[in-house]
């Protein structure tokens, strides 16, 4: 079965700054995606970016960026000049979309504070 | 983009009685829906995978008699809570997708507190 690990339950980054999020994932397949979620306190689940597998570029979101490390199995997500509307739960999320499905596997999350 | 609508948003029900939650694709047609519940401060847990005109696809450990889905139409998945109890207060969400779309879009989310 495919798992999702968030090794970091709570970060914390001064306004402006860059901070990383850690995310590595288990998997047999070949073809997947992986995506960072974000969970303000409305519950509201947003999508920040998203990563295909066969893809060896490393996506990018205006300040969002990931470091994919496929052979790793490492998925982590930079926020650059971290603001206060970033404060929020960030889940790490896999899915293998065979016959067409969409099923998500969702990482516990991290819980990222911003400081002024 | 796609917008996937959560009905009711909060809802409080005596212990023992049913509820249904709605979860309706505003602007697609929605080849799968997924039900999802969420614990306080913990992740999301995927309960049931729901497709158009079939029945749902549960879980391990999900009671299937209890979390009653139906997915009748391509715009409209229900979750029914029956005979619910404290212990099934919680956070449900529901997230819609059409095939070869990959991508995934989420409703707002219904409270539901058992009293």
């Known amino acids: 079965a495919q798992t999702v690990t968030q090794s970091q339950p709570e970060m914390s980054v001064q306004e402006a700054e860059t901070v990383t999020l850690s995310c590595t994932y288990d998997t047999s397949e070949s073809d997947y995606y992986l995506f960072w979620y974000k969970q303000p306190p409305s519950r509201q689940m947003i999508l920040v970016i998203r990563?295909?597998?066969?893809?060896?570029q490393n996506a990018t979101e205006n300040r969002f960026s990931v470091n994919f490390q496929k052979a790793a199995k490492s998925f982590s997500l930079k926020i650059s000049d971290s603001q206060l509307g970033d404060a929020a739960m960030y889940f790490c999320a896999y899915s293998a979309p065979q016959g067409g499905s969409e099923k998500l596997v969702f990482g516990k999350g991290t819980k990222l504070t911003v400081n002024p | 983009g796609a917008v996937v609508s959560q009905h009711p948003s909060w809802v409080i029900c005596k212990s023992g009685t049913s509820v249904k939650i709605e979860c309706r694709s505003l602007?697609?047609?929605?080849?799968?829906m997924f039900w999802y519940r969420q614990f306080p401060k913990q992740s999301l847990m995927l309960m049931a995978t729901s497709n158009e005109g079939s029945k749902a696809t549960y879980e391990q450990g999900v009671e299937k008699d209890k979390f009653l889905i139906n997915h009748a139409s391509l715009t409209l998945s229900t979750l029914t809570v029956t005979s619910a109890h404290p212990e099934d207060s919680s956070f449900y969400i529901c997230?819609?997708?059409?095939?070869?779309?990959?991508?995934?879009?989420f409703g707002e989310g219904s409270w539901l507190t058992v009293v």
């Open positions: 990563q295909e597998a066969y893809k060896q």
């Open positions: 602007d697609f047609q929605a080849t799968t």
């Open positions: 997230s819609a997708t059409f095939h070869g779309r990959n991508t995934i879009y």
